[in-house]
């Protein structure tokens, strides 16, 4: 059979800062050397010195966190603005005019131009007056613009 034994360190000592301000109040009120013209808020300080310097750290750290939340968000906007996306454009007739449905989105009557698009390929769909259809898949290059003519 294993005993085993834990043992609890504890102090029943005074803490170094405990000590210091016990220090401070007796010269404080003996009036014995510079701690006699102190303010009470120094002669305190080692009770509430490392509460202070502990939330001026946290705080800091929070602020510092903050920032560069702020300043990542900004540099975000700022490179969308400065990166341009891939795009190539479709000049889209046709002979009568009709009406261009291009990759499920109606864009209305013929003529469209510069038709801003993604780089790869595309449905083109048109329907003329008397409900023919044509139908046309095109390559499109980034910073390229394609023309497709289509005749009923």
Not at 128 to 139: A, M, P, T, W
Request: net charge positive.
């Amino acid at each position: 059979m294993k005993k085993t034994v834990t043992k609890q360190q504890r102090s029943n000592g005074i803490s170094f800062a405990g000590l210091l301000f016990i220090l401070f109040l007796g010269l404080k009120l003996a009036g014995i050397g510079q701690v006699a013209n102190w303010s009470w808020w120094w002669v305190t300080a080692p009770l509430w010195g490392g509460i202070a310097l502990y939330l001026t750290i946290v705080i800091g750290l929070v602020a510092i966190g903050i920032t560069g939340v702020i300043l990542m968000s900004l540099f975000k906007k700022v490179s969308k603005i400065f990166q341009r996306e891939p795009a190539g454009y479709i000049n889209i007739n046709c002979t009568p005019s009709a009406k261009v449905v291009l990759d499920g989105r109606v864009l209305g009557s013929t003529p469209k131009t510069k038709v801003k698009v993604t780089p790869g390929v595309h449905q083109i769909k048109f329907v003329n007056n008397d409900g023919v259809k044509g139908e046309l898949s095109v390559l499109v290059i980034a910073g390229q613009t394609l023309s497709v003519e289509h005749k009923f």
